[in-house]
């Protein structure tokens, strides 16, 4: 069984989604796993994330799925629920990383400098979101912290085709999260085609 660190290792791209209608969630797992990113961040800032996160469990049970965007511990229990492999959270929360250590559930806090990298480690917490990635100083920040910390970095937060490669370069970076291969407007227009598209043109722009 590969770590959740080896699975996003291999990946290297987590669509990072705000699903507005759950029902959508089945044909939108089916295109990103047709199209080489056989996973998915469910953020909870829509209330059809839980609904969602369920009906792709139900439908794909090997694809990887994280909870993000969680704030309080009623979400970890709602993304635990409906199956979620992981949690993700905007920013570092003791409370709800301790809540996860006690549910068992990995959780990839966000940080974006050194006095939270540490409070993270002091904690056993090994891989961390690196958010908001571009505003808090791109891959130069994420150099500089390496070069200290051994932790691995998942940047999210302002990262795009043109510099996802520049982020994925890093030893230190797990895998990176990204929206822009998965836009609002076009899953709610159901234009999966043209989300095929930017999934496909993921893979090429990090081999």
């Known amino acids: 069984m590969k770590t959740l660190e080896q699975q996003l290792e291999e990946i290297r791209v987590v669509p990072v989604i705000a699903l507005d209608d759950a029902q ?64 993700v959270s905007p920013g570092f929360n003791p409370t709800t990383v301790k809540y996860c250590q006690q549910r068992q559930i990995t959780i990839v806090p966000g940080i974006n400098n050194p006095s939270l990298v540490e409070q993270a480690m002091e ?34 937060g302002g990262v795009n085709p043109q510099n996802v490669k520049s982020y994925l370069d890093i030893p230190n970076v797990l895998a990176c999260g990204g929206t822009w291969m998965v836009p609002n407007k076009l899953i709610n227009e159901e234009k999966w085609d043209e989300l095929a598209t930017l999934v496909k043109e993921v893979a090429t722009v990090i081999s």
């Open 123 to 156: 904690m056993g917490l090994k891989t961390l979101k690196f958010f908001p990635a571009e505003p808090s100083g791109g891959t130069a920040m994420i150099k500089a912290m390496s070069a200290v910390y051994p932790v691995r970095f998942m940047p999210t």
């Open 24 to 87: 959508k969630a089945v044909k939108l797992a089916q295109v990103l796993i047709e199209n080489g990113l056989p996973c998915a961040e469910i953020t909870f800032r829509t209330e059809q994330a839980a609904q969602a996160i369920a009906s792709m469990r139900e439908a794909y049970p090997e694809m990887l799925i994280g909870a993000g965007t969680v704030l309080t511990t009623a979400q970890v229990d709602a993304a635990i629920a409906a199956g979620a492999d992981f949690i």
